[in-house]
T-cell receptor, first 113, second 119 residues
């Protein structure tokens, strides 16, 4: 069964450093998403991406965050200057259609120290 | 603002002891309600989508139902391998977002119910 692949599975970074989280969505999917889950809290929407541009973003997704689809297969989330409160599981997801359910990756656990 | 509340927060069952999980929601216009299963350290795994009140979906020991205000996930004769966190999420009918664009399928999640099934 097709799956969404995320790398790395765990990343530790120093506060203030830039990190890039990588995702390979399912190949025929057109809509891409990033969500995050702080330990013990709800899964929260960050951003959706379609046709090489951001289609919707949450209040969490401020100027420190950016997304990119650099080569037609990868989908990346960049955090420019990490803060302690950015520590969370980050999930990438993709879907074939604009509305309906989608497939999540296994996540990247980001720890900011 | 869309809201999803799940209850109970945690549920412990004996193997074979059937029960139900609740998901209450408020949304401007419901496009779909989703149930996901999440194992520790993993991403949500899709279970069901429900689109309209009265709809039911079944998969093995799980059955999801939907009313205009809530959804239930019924677990019949659970086994230890059913132990996981069950997440409910809603997707709203497309409308202008706060950013002025058009909603592209954002999911709003509840906090989940942690189910533990003891042998």
């Amino acid at each position: 069964e097709p799956e969404v692949t995320q790398t790395p599975s765990h990343q530790v970074t120093q506060m203030g450093q830039e990190v890039i989280l990588r995702c390979v969505p399912i190949s025929n999917h057109l809509y891409f998403y990033w969500y995050r889950q702080i330990l013990g809290q709800k899964v929260e929407f960050l951003v959706s991406f379609y046709n090489n541009e951001i289609s919707e973003k949450s209040e969490i997704f401020d100027d420190q965050f950016s997304v990119e689809r650099p080569d037609g297969s990868n989908f990346t989330l960049k955090i420019r200057s990490t803060k302690l409160e950015d520590s969370a599981m980050y999930f990438c997801a993709s879907s074939e259609y604009r509305l309906g359910g989608y497939t999540f990756g296994s996540g990247t656990r980001l720890t900011v120290v | 603002e869309d809201q999803v509340t799940q209850s109970p927060e945690a549920l412990r069952l004996q193997e074979g002891e059937s029960s139900s999980l609740n998901c209450s929601y408020t949304v401007s216009g419901l496009r779909g309600l989703f149930w996901y299963r999440q194992d520790p350290g993993k991403g949500p795994e899709f279970l069901f989508t429900l689109y309209s009140a009265g709809e039911e979906k079944e998969k093995e020991r799980l059955k999801a139902t939907l009313t205009k205000k809530e959804s239930f996930l019924h677990i019949t004769a659970p086994k230890p391998e059913d132990s996981a966190t069950y997440l409910c999420a809603v997707q709203a009918v497309p409308s202008s977002s706060h950013a002025g664009g058009t909603s592209y399928g954002k999911l709003t999640f509840g906090q989940g119910t942690i189910l533990t099934v003891h042998p």
